[in-house]
């Protein structure tokens, strides 16, 4: 009896093998890769830019330009002085007047009744669902179509060496045009309820001094008495021509002075990006890369995630980079993070994730560097360092945190395009797309931003048991 391979054809071997073999290299190509993946100093999807001035015009006040950006003022109480601008005042109030002198001028100002614009202290605030026209994101499934990549068997004629003729089937891949349903944003104008903060009406002095910024000074009953708060409406813009450092054309810094000390450039003041406005009909929505529209950014965040600071010098704006000095060093290095036991363990690097599951060694680009290690059921690790001519190799021994509690968020149908931004009396960051944050155990304001609406929510992290928002369940109730 002949064998299959002496009557002229190959005896196949069985598959299982090869596809076992292919596997394998692609699991060591992808942990090579991912190795070798080079770290860089900007890696958010903008282009990196270095430090700039420009031009910025103080107008005067937030509350009339940009009330529903919703300004995050905490201001102190005064009692029968303040001193601005190296200046002291004191006050009184007869009457329906405040009298306010500098020891050798007096001012008298009327007092004012607010309808629900102004306000000296957000957290005081309370939210409550109000109606009021905006542009409204939506996800609609439409047919349309698309070009799919599909298998077919096939006849396959040979001809043996004998001159004879065999025919088998084998399968091939072909490209077809077929009708699917897929998801798309479109926007509305409409009448809408959305949660709001409520502002009430109060009493306040306009005082204007000449030659000084316009200040408000609040009148509010505690406790059978009148207490007294001053504030800073004003407020500085600065706009960016072409591509700005957060990577979008043509965008507004507002600077705002949160604690009403008179000063922009506390580590607790506030800036703004703005590309559009959702309440009004005539703008058209647009994103920022990495950042959040429409968003008070607390300056200390926007120093110790991306190494910028914000400097006014008369009427201009100093934009620093820390990295400025290493755009034009085409220096290398390495990182080396040890002692990581979970290899579910999530490293960012300015801003990006990095894969770690075959170990976390990574080259990188001469530069300073925030590390983050994010593991389940505790606080984030965190480190700063820089790599340069000096120390082209930094090694970071990773450190077991804290533990803490775990907020989950499901049903974003846009998964890839929402931000987080989780806020308490102590803390306060803003998160990219998160699939679970690690909370230390208390109280938040959470805010989850998806094409420019906001699911406002305050929740309690208690125990390591996730805690979940719904957010399609949410914003339908």
């Not at 306010?100 to 009744?113: E, I, M, V, W, Y």
């Not at 945190?401 to 803390?427: E, M």
Request: glycine fraction near 6%; aromatic fraction near 14%.
């Amino acid at each position: 009896m002949k064998s299959r391979s002496e009557n002229g054809r190959a005896s196949k071997s069985s598959p299982v093998p090869t596809i076992l073999c292919w596997l394998l290299l692609i699991v060591l190509m992808t942990s090579l890769g991912s190795c070798t993946t080079l770290v860089t100093r900007w890696p958010i999807g903008s282009k990196e830019k270095g430090s700039s001035e420009l031009e910025a015009v103080r107008k005067k006040s937030i509350f009339e330009d940009f009330v529903w950006t919703v300004p995050d003022f905490q201001v102190k109480q005064i009692r029968d002085k303040f001193v601005w601008e190296g200046q002291q005042y004191t006050f009184t109030v007869n009457g329906s007047q405040l009298v306010l002198t500098d020891g050798a001028n007096t001012l008298n100002f009327q007092r004012k009744s607010s309808t629900g614009k102004y306000y000296y202290d957000l957290s005081k605030l309370k939210m409550a669902q109000i109606q009021q026209s905006r542009w409204v994101s939506k996800t609609v499934t439409v047919p349309e179509q698309v070009m799919v990549t599909k298998t077919r068997m096939v006849p396959r004629t040979t001809l043996g060496a004998n001159g004879t003729t065999s025919t088998s089937m084998e399968s091939e891949m072909y490209t077809d045009y077929e009708t699917r349903f897929v998801t798309k944003t479109t926007w509305d104008w409409e009448t809408y309820f959305e949660s709001a903060y409520q502002v009430p009406n109060l009493n306040y002095f306009d005082v204007d001094i000449p030659g000084k910024p316009h200040l408000i000074i609040y009148e509010i009953p505690e406790k059978s008495t009148l207490v007294y708060y001053l504030q800073n409406p004003e407020y500085y813009v600065a706009k960016e021509e072409g591509e700005s450092f957060v990577g979008t054309k043509d965008v507004r810094l507002l600077f705002m002075d949160a604690d009403s000390n008179g000063s922009y450039q506390d580590p607790d003041d506030r800036v703004l990006f703005n590309v559009w406005n959702p309440y009004d009909q005539n703008s058209k929505y647009r994103t920022i890369n990495h950042f959040m529209d429409n968003h008070w950014y607390r300056l200390k965040e926007i120093q110790e995630d991306n190494f910028t600071t914000f400097e006014f010098r008369g009427n201009r704006l100093a934009i620093a980079y820390a990295n400025d000095k290493y755009l034009r060093n085409p220096g290398k290095g390495r990182i080396k993070i040890t002692n990581i036991a979970d290899r579910n363990a999530t490293v960012i690097i300015n801003g990006k994730e990095y894969f770690t599951g075959f170990g976390s060694e990574f080259p990188a680009q001469f530069g300073k560097y925030r590390l983050l290690v994010r593991t389940r059921g505790h606080l984030d690790f965190e480190k700063v360092f820089e790599i340069n001519e000096e120390t082209p190799e930094v090694t970071v021994q990773y450190e077991v945190t804290q533990p803490a509690g775990i907020l989950k968020i499901k049903n974003i149908f846009l998964y890839d395009t929402y931000k987080v931004f989780v806020r308490s009396a102590d803390f306060a960051k803003v998160y990219d797309s998160p699939r679970e944050i690690n909370l230390p155990f208390g109280k938040y304001s959470i805010s989850v931003l998806v094409n420019g609406y906001a699911l406002e929510r305050q929740i309690e992290i208690a125990n390591s048991e996730p805690y979940w928002i719904d957010y399609e369940k949410e914003i339908r109730s």
